[in-house]
């Protein structure tokens, strides 16, 4: 006895495998949203204060500054739901010396920037 699906059930099947495989290129590595921040001559900016905003809760985040330059925006570890707006602030000699938007998202696998620099070179 021979069992036909019709085109239908078939298609239902063939979309939930491919649904479950995409999980499959997602990585375990942890993602990261960074941003480097360095003067004209390309060294690394010492900052005084580095502030991280969440723009809907105002929250502020407190960074320590780095000898690198480089800050540790978000991860995959991050509360974001959905789409998230925030602003970075950097200070030299409490002089507001950098500010920027960013918009990150959750992706289906990892955290994603969908705006904002990744390098911000200082005047």
């Known amino acids: 006895m021979k069992i036909y699906l ?3 059930a078939l298609l239902f099947l063939l979309s939930i495998c ?7 290129n997602c990585s ?3 993602e990261k949203v960074s941003v480097v921040v360095k003067n ?11 502030h991280w905003i969440d723009l809907a809760s105002n929250d502020t985040t407190m960074l320590t500054p780095t ?11 991050s509360p ?20 920027e938007n960013y918009v990150l998202k959750k992706g ?6 969908t705006s904002g620099k990744s390098t ?4």
């Open 6 to 8: 019709p085109t239908t």
């Open 18 to 24: 491919f649904t479950a495989c995409e999980d499959d």
């Open 28 to 30: 375990e590595q942890l």
């Open 40 to 50: 004209l001559d390309g060294s690394a900016a010492q900052l005084d204060e580095v």
């Open 67 to 77: 000898i690198s330059g480089i800050y540790i925006l978000a991860d995959d570890n």
């Open 80 to 99: 974001i739901s959905g789409s998230a707006s925030f602003l970075f602030e950097a200070y030299q000699n409490s002089d507001l010396v950098a500010s």
């Open 108 to 113: 289906d696998c990892h955290i994603e920037k």
């Open 120 to 123: 911000i070179t200082l005047d």
